[in-house]
């Protein structure tokens, strides 16, 4: 049970939403984007593991609590409407108990790996009575989330793994408004192979500030909001496996633009 709450706990950590804000559909050179960030998550949902399933209801302190070492990076690059993105999280979590004489050491390695293509179908500027500027865009995307899930037990001299990696195939669309200063981005998603045992959807929503210094002109700070839900079904008796888990909660990062 403690194990599977582990593979829980990890998970907060585990996505990102689209976080960068706006390249130019027109200029036909490459821009880039690269974006640090945190997700501060709470979970409610189960996950399963052969005959033994934990309930989870948890926030983000409990992470903290055994995090080892992690990192979450955004990579984005366009060329006029097309755009590559890259979206990389890792964490390890280390964890300690004994019971009785007997020492029991736990190490869980969670990663997501998404990567995919978009394309600016709407880029609409809109001028206003007192002379300011405002853009609107709509980009739809299609990629793959690849996600890793890798918990070993060492008890005694014995080494217990338990590993469950999958492929989430995901299509969504990403809708921005920029202000002269401000930047708000809505962005959801689908995915999945089926409707039962593998499935999943997305909501986030940005709000990014672009300071008025020129020495920061490539950067945009941004807090937001994320909903994640996941189901993922495999295996039968011993070798069942059930991640049905709804993680939500605040972000928080920066934006390199370039």
């Known amino acids: ?13 585990a996505a990102a939403p689209a976080i960068a804000f706006a390249a130019d559909a027109n200029n036909p050179a490459w ?4 974006a640090p960030y945190l997700w ?3 979970m409610n949902g189960r996950v399963a593991s052969g005959p033994v399933t934990a309930h989870l209801s948890e926030d983000f302190a409990d992470i903290l609590n055994q995090l080892n070492v992690g990192g979450m990076l955004w990579l984005g690059a366009h060329k ?3 755009g590559l993105f890259l979206n990389s999280m890792y964490i390890v979590l280390d964890d300690d108990a004994t019971v009785g004489p007997i020492n029991i050491d736990e190490k869980t390695r969670f990663g997501l790996f998404t990567a995919g293509v978009s394309y600016i179908v709407l880029q609409k500027e809109l001028s206003h009575a007192n002379g300011a500027i405002t853009q609107l865009q709509l980009e739809p995307y299609v990629g793959d989330r690849y996600t890793v899930n890798n918990v070993q037990i060492n008890l005694l001299n014995f080494k217990i793994k338990s590993n469950h990696n999958w492929q989430d195939p995901i299509v969504g669309l990403r809708a921005t408004y920029n202000w002269p200063r401000w930047a708000l981005e809505l962005a959801g998603d689908v995915g999945g192979t089926n409707t039962s045992t593998h499935y999943s959807y997305n909501l986030a929503a940005l709000v990014g500030y672009k300071p008025e210094s020129p020495a920061m002109k490539h950067v945009t700070f941004y807090v937001g909001y994320r909903d994640l839900y996941q189901v993922y079904k495999t295996g039968s008796g011993i070798h069942f496996f059930n991640w049905n888990m709804r993680q939500f ?6 934006n390199f633009g370039f």
């Open 1 to 13: 049970m403690r194990s599977l709450k582990k593979i829980g706990l990890v998970a907060a950590l």
């Open 31 to 34: 821009q880039f984007d690269i």
């Open 40 to 42: 501060a998550a709470n």
């Open 80 to 82: 006029g409407p097309f």
């Open 249 to 254: 909660g605040p972000l928080v990062g920066i």
